[in-house]
């Protein structure tokens, strides 16, 4: 992005423009100009391709026969431990080339270690063999080492099982037996999962019939007598030997992906093209489409590598997958079998045909993706892709040593592969004039509600001029955030609508609010809520009360800013600083000239832009799909993503159960201990309108909920329809939205889009200055006693203060990356502020519960909440409920044993 240079800001012409863009006529420009954008971009196609493969070549094998130096070697055992890459085993053919020219197949037990030296790799003397000259097992990368698996020797098929481990300070391969499997097995696959290996098919003895065996170690048992082999349920379908086995995430938990193979039906060999998961949760198989790319032939993946990449992609590479290459195993085989010379000569002429007009194995790049059940191509290899080889990641490179890439043809080279997203799209002029128009109109508002502010009063309670109605916009404003902007819709992409429930905990608690919470706040005409604190407790409580909303907006605060930051970013291509230093910048700037009154219109404005943004972006969706709203739900009822009520009895998972406990708890703590919120209260007239608010609140909720789970659902039949357009390498869940935004949006629609999320995170923000300054100027400042101009001054610079403090937050953050600074703060006011809820709940709704018992509750509350999210399987979703209830409970059982007397006045209960 470049800046241009420094002008003096001119105030009337800001006036002047932002007047024109809410009045009649700008609002018709802005309106037309979207229509414009979205008649001539919707009919647009998606997106061809998301990404490619970038290769390297790392090198070739060290020489292995001093007659053939570099001779390749396929069907050994690879992977990475400690920053190397071993090699152990493998065959080749040495003497006299083509097996059926007199080849003699030979099997290795030497053992190869690859370093990356600077940008350079070199081979290291692994100064150890294998046993004995072993192929064909399987190789699983692990922390413990490379574990080694099954296999065969020119003999006999192996059940053992053993760890090469790379000993740096040694500088040397390290062997380590473990236990043999319950079976011998060659031609196999196997995957790591939650610390368990994972053993899938196979063959246990030569010409032998491919097996079904699903096998398991736990790693977690390493050291134990424990450490053994159990069998599980078998394989569905037909037996099968070199399948591809993979571990990827489903939307929900991590699952074992078993595809293709080769099998015997009536005693012949046969290409499978089927495709099956294991879910460790359901402990349970199950069937999924077979291997095929839109518009194409069945696939078979036979002995291909893979590897998963992103959040739900698995990559496979290559595999025999020809009708030819069937044809010549089984041509083989009857060479081998053959006593007539003239038919074994027959045999010979047809193998070097095929091996002479054998084009290789498939170059092509696969991606699956395990959210659609889709198959991609992302790319391909300028020759063939050797099969019978491992593919492992080194350093965020994929790396895959040797492997076979033609019948009886080995590689010796090493190669490197790297997904490569596309570049995507920038924002373009329609985009940021819409964005600066947005920018233009908030600092218009905090301009015009500048010259209401003479006191105190003004600032943090508007004067009581916010009407009813805009009241409950702006708490819908401050409660939702740019988090909840970006996740919602990533939730439902990857999971379905279960949390759709406790999202509408806000209306379902609103009944509650105002008959019981909004009555206290106005008959004590009160500016913040811990006022009430002191006028039913004492000083002491106040002070906790206050400090606890202050660390935590404080702690939260960076956050608030820096994601958003970052999703911009990577939507717009703006250096995330700059991103940063707006958002922050600007939310000062407004919230600190306009006060409360400033805060509460842009988020009326702020509100409008990102709920225009979500139905635009639901609208791109529907009119890009032939079947428009019809197929985006036909899709998701496919794949049950319209499920919303779990009614399981488990306080662990999202229930039915959890979510009546979050109505209860976490829907209700804003409404009776958040200053943010409690504050949208006090801005109006009367209770009337307060309840007014309360009401418009939940039903905007409401309606935001169902649509930002509409937009997940959107983009789950989208990229359904579309999958080439799917980025395999999205680092987040999270990053499937901004992903959509910047590549399928139109111009325009997506400036919009990016005003939303500029909108929802600077409403949040500007809330929050707010409310701190109200909560420190009023708590604290009110101590000395200040000149009422004095304290206008003072809250000004407090809010302004905070503004600051919150942006450099940010940056720290961004730069330091100090997320789990975030995670560990986050924690522990989460143990404090638990039980806020529940001091007010005392005091509202007990009589007896004074000063010393109320702290022993809030105190008990801490406690208990930190040993339920420490040593229990809860949902997250419990904790509100059981710091409000444990302190409430404590707190009155303590009033019977402690002395209740103290020197702050009692106010009458509701």
């Known amino acids: 992005m470049t800046l241009s240079p420094y002008k003096p800001i001119n105030l009337q012409s800001i006036k002047t423009t932002g007047e024109y863009l809410l009045s009649g006529p700008g609002f018709k420009f802005i309106c037309g100009l979207l229509i414009f954008s979205l008649k001539f971009s919707f009919f647009s196609v998606a997106q061809e391709v998301s990404s490619h493969v970038e290769w390297r070549k790392l090198g070739y094998l060290p020489q292995n026969n001093s007659a053939h130096k570099s001779a390749g070697v396929a069907a050994h055992f690879s992977g990475i431990h400690n920053d190397v890459l071993i090699m152990a085993g493998g065959t080749n053919f040495l003497s006299g080339g083509n097996p059926w020219d007199g080849g003699i197949k030979k099997w290795h037990d030497e053992i190869y270690v690859l370093e990356k030296a600077g940008k350079e790799y070199q081979w290291l003397n692994a100064k150890l063999k294998l046993p004995v000259a072993l192929a064909y097992g399987a190789s699983v990368s692990t922390n413990r080492g490379l574990l080694c698996i099954g296999g065969t020797d020119s003999i006999s098929y192996k059940a053992n099982t053993f760890l090469l481990k790379w000993n740096k300070d040694k500088q040397a391969v390290e062997y380590e037996a473990l236990p043999d499997m319950p079976v011998r097995l060659a031609y196999t696959a196997a995957v790591i999962m939650n610390g368990s290996i994972y053993v899938a098919g196979g063959q246990e003895q030569p010409n032998g019939e491919p097996a079904r065996y699903f096998l398991r170690l736990d790693l977690n048992n390493y050291g134990k007598q424990t450490l053994k082999w159990e069998q599980l349920e078998l394989l569905p379908g037909v037996g099968r030997t070199m399948p591809v086995l993979a571990v990827q995430h489903n939307g929900t938990n991590d699952c074992i992906y078993l595809f293709s193979g080769k099998g015997k039906v009536n005693n012949s060999e046969v290409l499978l093209h089927d495709a099956y998961t294991y879910n460790p949760k359901t402990l349970k198989w199950r069937k999924l489409r077979d291997i095929q790319l839109k518009g194409q032939r069945l696939r078979c993946l036979t002995g291909a590598a893979s590897i998963s990449v992103g959040l739900n992609h698995i990559l496979v ?47 092509d790049v696969l991606a699956y993706h395990t959210l659609t059940d889709k198959w991609t191509k992302v790319g391909e290899f300028s020759a063939s892709l050797p099969v019978l080889t491992q593919a492992s990641n080194w350093n965020g490179n994929i790396v895959f040593p040797g492997g076979e890439i033609a019948p009886a043809k080995r590689s010796a080279e090493i190669w490197q592969a790297r997904m490569i997203s ?169 919230g600190t000239l306009g006060g409360i009154e400033a805060v509460v219109w842009t988020e009326v404005l702020q509100v409008f832009v990102f709920l225009l943004a979500a139905v635009l972006s639901i609208l791109v969706v529907v009119l890009k799909l032939d079947g428009g709203l019809g197929e985006i739900i036909t899709i998701n009822n496919n794949f049950d993503k319209f499920e919303f009520i779990n009614w399981d009895f488990s306080f662990s998972e999202i229930t039915v159960f959890v979510a009546i406990t979050y109505w209860i708890g976490g829907g209700s703590v804003p409404y009776i201990s958040d200053q943010t919120v409690i504050q949208k209260y006090l801005v109006t007239k009367d209770i009337k309108s307060a309840t007014r608010g309360v009401w418009i609140n939940g039903i905007l909720i409401l309606v935001s909920s169902v649509l930002f789970f509409a937009i997940g659902s959107a983009l789950f039949a989208y990229y359904y329809s579309f999958p080439e357009a799917l980025n395999p390498t999205l680092p987040t869940q999270e990053s499937i939205y901004p992903w959509f935004i910047v590549n399928e949006l139109p111009s325009g629609v997506r400036g919009v889009v990016v005003a939303g999320i500029f909108a929802v995170a600077m409403s949040t923000i500007s809330s929050t200055m707010n409310s701190m300054s ?46 789990s600074l975030w995670d560990m703060i986050r924690r522990l006011t989460g143990l404090l502020t638990g039980g806020l809820a529940g001091l007010f709940l005392l005091g509202i709704f007990t009589k007896r519960v004074k000063h010393t018992a109320a702290l022993i509750g809030y105190i008990a509350s801490a406690i208990i909440l930190f040993y339920v999210s420490k040593y229990t399987a809860a949902h997250f979703m419990v904790y509100s409920l059981t710091g409000m209830l444990s302190c409430f409970i404590a707190g009155y059982i303590a009033s019977f044993l402690v002395d209740g007397k103290h020197n702050s006045k009692e106010i009458e209960q509701v």
């Not at 083989?332 to 038919?343: E, S, T, V």
């Not at 309670?461 to 988090?483: D, E, H, Q, Y």
């Open 317 to 363: 590479f290559g595999g025999a997958d020809s009708e030819g290459h069937r044809v010549f195993r089984k041509t083989l085989a009857d060479f081998n079998a053959a006593k007539d010379p003239g038919k074994k000569e027959a045999y010979r002429d047809k193998l070097n045909e095929i091996s002479n007009t054998h084009e290789g194995f498939s170059r």
């Open 422 to 590: 596309k570049e995507s799209s920038v924002l373009d002029g329609w985009d940021y004039l819409l964005i600066g128009a947005y920018f233009l109109a908030i600092f218009y508002i905090g301009y015009k509600y500048k010259k209401n502010i003479n006191t105190t009063n003004d600032y943090y309670k508007a004067g009581n001029r916010i009407p009813g109605w805009a009241s409950g916009v702006a708490i819908f404003g401050t409660l939702l955030s740019a988090i909840t902007f970006l996740t919602t819709p990533a939730k439902t992409y990857n999971e379905s609508w279960l949390y759709f429930l406790p999202t509408i905990s806000s209306l379902v608690v609103a009944p509650f609010v105002v008959l019981f919470i909004i009555p206290v706040y106005f008959k004590l005409d009160v500016t913040t809520a811990y006022e009430y604190l002191e006028k039913r407790f004492s000083s002491l409580i106040r002070i906790i009360g206050s400090l606890s909303f202050l660390f935590f907006q404080v702690a939260k605060f960076g956050v608030m800013l820096l994601l958003p930051s970052l999703a911009i970013a990577a939507i717009t291509g703006i250096d995330v600083m700059t991103c940063i230093l707006v958002i922050g910048l600007f939310s000062t700037v407004y």
């Open 774 to 819: 109200a909560t420190v100027v009023t708590d604290y400042v009110r101590f000395y006693k200040l000149l009422p101009k004095r304290q206008l001054f003072m809250a000004k610079g407090v809010s302004a203060a905070f503004g600051v403090i919150g942006t450099l937050l940010a940056v720290i953050m961004f730069v330091y990356e100090v997320g």
